[in-house]
């Protein structure tokens, strides 16, 4: 798969990258809610739940896709 098309799908994401907001950490779009927050806050065993309910501008939708998005990636990688 190229570059370009692996772009392409990032871009349709729920996330923003601006330079203007956190340095031009990834954030869920509409928030100033890190992607990395969401990955750190279930490696430390909290549920999506919990994360959703500390950060309430970040939607369920948002972040299952982020999820779904990284499993596929996951999964890709894998089977090259």
Known sequence: ???????KRVARLPVTVDA???GGEPVFAGTRVPVKTL?????AN?????????????????AVEVLMA???????????
């Open 46 to 62: 909290c549920t999506l739940d919990e994360f959703l309910e500390w950060f309430p501008t970040v939607s369920r939708a948002a």
């Open 70 to 80: 990284s499993h596929n990636l996951t999964i890709e990688k894998a089977r090259r």
């Open 39 to 43: 990955f750190e806050h279930l490696e």
């Open 20 to 22: 203007g907001v956190l």
């Open 1 to 7: 798969m190229s570059k370009f098309v692996e772009r």
